[in-house]
Each structure stands twice: as structure tokens, then as C-alpha cells.
């Protein structure tokens, strides 16, 4: 019978987008491997009050490590102050956690967490290379289902993107490829019927994108300009109306939840749609093989 192995979490966070925090999350991991890795990512904290919200739940828990990555000095000062602290002078009532800021000090908190050295095969780290070819298969994966190519594929993907013309369709695309999901997106228009693939996806993959219509009106006007043709109707807000009423009704019909593009980065849309994901999905996000 198979011995289960004891199963540790890393929680990674950052005020931003937290690569490099992920990269050392993976990279202590692996050197591991007799334990199971569970994987949460919470990124784009903008506020003590909010950090103390995602780390309060698992103070006191032995097998909880957080790894972080904050530029705000309040941020990381907060972390450190709640950080575990193998002393006597400790009251047993504060609450403490336990993190990981910089990769040697991780490998030294897993070992004391545990007791078992790390493996110091070098070869292992090479295992993190797949998460190098996660992130360009489901790069290669947006960009041959970018605006409606190839819908037979749909079934595949983690993501599907759907929204009128200018709604921040293809690069949010790219930018959840490059975390390792496959994504496609579906243009939204009052001449084309959407592809039938499009209604066989788990709703919970669909994220409807919407903006304002004066910014969308304003943006196409911009693209004409940019490009020197004019498209018929494309900037007419009567137009432009008549496509929001069909895309919101559509996305309804699929079951999409509706994302707010409006004067947003990508990196925050991005994020939101991350928060909605299946947890089972979210853990799978650049792990290695």
C-alpha cells in the first residue's frame, strides 16, 4: 500500500503580478518531491488591511508557507512581523506564519519545517522547465484560436474570452497564455453567428469582457484612424448599442460572467479572471510535471 505523502501549501503573493515569487515557489518545491505541493496564487495587493485578510486563516498552520514578493515596504514589514519565530520570547497567543522571501531562506524553512534536507540533485531544477513549455504550448494554443480560428478547439481550452471588437480580447489572451492557460477568444458581432463549439464549453471557462460605450466608441474611432480606412457602422454608437445589447444578452445565454475592461491594465483584468477559476485549475497554473 502507498504511503500518502503529507501534503504542504505555498501561498504565493505579491502587490503585483508575482512571477519571480511563483519561479521560487516551484523551485523549493521541487526539491521535495516526497511531499504533495498545493499551489494558491494572490496577487495585486494594494493594502495592509488586505494582506492581513489572506494570511490571517492559516496562522498556527504547520504546513502553510507563504512566498512573497512586495515593493511597498508596509507590505513586507507586515510579513515580517508576522512572520514564525522559533523562540521562547514568543507569546503563544500571537498569531504567527510562516514565509519565504528570498529562495535560500526558503530551502532553510523547509528543512526545519520538516526535517529532511533538500535532495541537492541539480538535475531536479531542470524540472521546472516544463513550466517553460506549458506557458509556450498555451501560448502557440492562443494564438491559433486568437478571434474565432480554428472553434473546434474550444473544448480544450482553459479560457475562452468572448466580447465586441476592441474589448481587450487578444492581448489579455496572450497574457493568461504566458501564466499557462489556454485561452482562446470569440468576437461578438451582429453579422456572424458565434461558432456552436462556442455553447458545448463549461460556462465557468467563459468570461464575457465589456466596456464602456463612449471608451469603445472612442477607441474604434482611433483604430480607423490608426489603420487610415473606415469601416462602415464600426464607431456609429447606434451601432455600437445594438452590438452591447447582443453581446449581454449572449453572454447571459452562456452563462459567462461578465468582466469590466473599462480604464483597466491588463494585469488587473487578468487577475480578476485568475480569482474566478476552479481552484483545481488555479493550482495547476506553471507547475512542473
Known sequence: MTEQKRELTLHILSDSIGETADTVAHIVAVQFPQFHWNYVITTMIDSVERLREVIHEHTHDPDYIFVYTFTNPALRAEMISHSHVDTGHVDAGEKRIRSIDVLGAGLDLVTDLTGE???G???????????YFNRIEAMEFAVNHDDGQLPEGLVDADVVL??????????????LAHRGLKTANIPLTLETEPPKQLFEVESSKIFGLMTGMDTLTKVRRERMADIGAYVPNYADPNYVQKEFDYARGLMRKLGALVINTENRAIESVAQEILSYLKPNLRNTLNRPD
Open 117 to 119: 534536507p533538500p535532495s
Open 121 to 131: 540533485q541539480v538535475g531536479m531544477l531542470h524540472r521546472v522547465d516544463s513550466v
Open 162 to 175: 468572448v466580447g465586441v471588437s476592441r474589448t481587450s480580447k487578444t492581448p489579455l489572451s496572450m497574457y
